[in-house]
């Protein structure tokens, strides 16, 4: 049975008498891992520093497994919580003296100590290493050095703060799906701030978008990515396309769009005249040309004005009446259809695939 871990309610907390941070309610279950998204400067690294009950905020309460954080609780309380943060906080030591800090800070003695480290050593990767001084590992071993501390402890709720940022590329991405297999066997309740969207995706069953200081949206990671509450939070996580225009018209079914010279075709009730955003991903953008297209599919021609080669994907930008659309294609399907820069090329997307906003759209369970 899922039990609540973490519940933050009314919290509030400024800096120099301006507030930035604002949240109304938010809370974590058992066996659940929640990321934080956010641009630098959302609020996300002081969110986690009031759940880790590093930091007081102004107004509000924050409970740990039911219980109120107060001052003379929180000392108990932080014991139950593990923190990993960006940059490993690793001392002039051994690797092992180094992942045993957090369970000698607990009372705990040197066989105990071993019987709970070495298999998260083992686990991660680092047993090997547990000799070496800390200050001669690479990124990626030292941040492995620093979730064996964690996980050593068995903690009730890890808070991760860009836990991966520093760390190369080849080493973040194991380390990544290492954290992924180690989370879920464990059930260990997670609360992850980033701005890797690719990143908090993979991770999290639940997304919370930060924006200047405000959660804006909170919801399953498929509704979030699929289905931004705002323009602003499509940017967030990753809707490179974003149409402004006017719904002209109903017939029960598709709404029919006019934007900067071309109609949108979309699966989404609206008035006509309602001002809305057209939020299309750049993976659900194909390169055909239906010589008589199907109801609910968008077909349009653009010149192509930019194109950025990727190992796995092409982004082709293009220009099409007065909007500008980036596709996202397979590169082996860029091979075969030749596409060059300059070229007119005939694009579309499902009417299905498409979110539609209305302008100026505000969600009041996360906004004052």
Known sequence: MAHTVL???DIVVRYNGLAALRLASLALQTGEVL???????????????VMALLQRPDEGTVELFGVEAQPKKSLKLRRRVATV???????????????????RLRGMAGREIERRLTP?????????LANRTARSLSGGEAQRASLARAFAVEPELLLLD????????????????DFHVIVRETRTAAVLVTHDRQEGFALADRIGVLKEGRLVQLGARE???????????AAIVGVENRIHGVVEAFDGEFSTIAADGILICAKRPSSPGTKVVVCVRSE??????????????????????????????????LHCGACRWIALIPRRQFMALGLALGNEAAFG????????????????????
């Open 162 to 177: 860009e836990p991966f940022a520093a760390v190369d590329p080849v080493s973040r991405e194991l380390l990544v799906l």
């Open 223 to 233: 509704e979030v990515f699929q289905r931004p509450a705002t323009a602003s939070v």
């Open 349 to 368: 997307c499902e009417a299905a695939t498409l979110h539609v906003i209305e302008a100026g759209e505000k969600h009041s369970s996360f906004f004052d």
């Open 120 to 128: 998260w050593l083992e686990r991660l990767g680092i047993a090997h």
């Open 284 to 317: 659900d953008i194909f390169f055909e040309r239906r010589h008589c297209p199907a109801r609910g599919w968008n077909q349009f021609s653009g010149r192509i004005i930019e194109i950025a080669a990727g190992i796995d994907n092409y982004r082709i930008i």
């Open 7 to 9: 519940a933050l309610r």
């Open 35 to 49: 990321a934080i998204l956010g641009a630098n400067g959302a609020g996300k690294s002081t969110l986690l520093r």
């Open 85 to 103: 943060f960006q940059n490993p906080l690793l001392l002039n030591e051994s690797v092992y003296n180094n992942a045993a800090l957090g369970l």
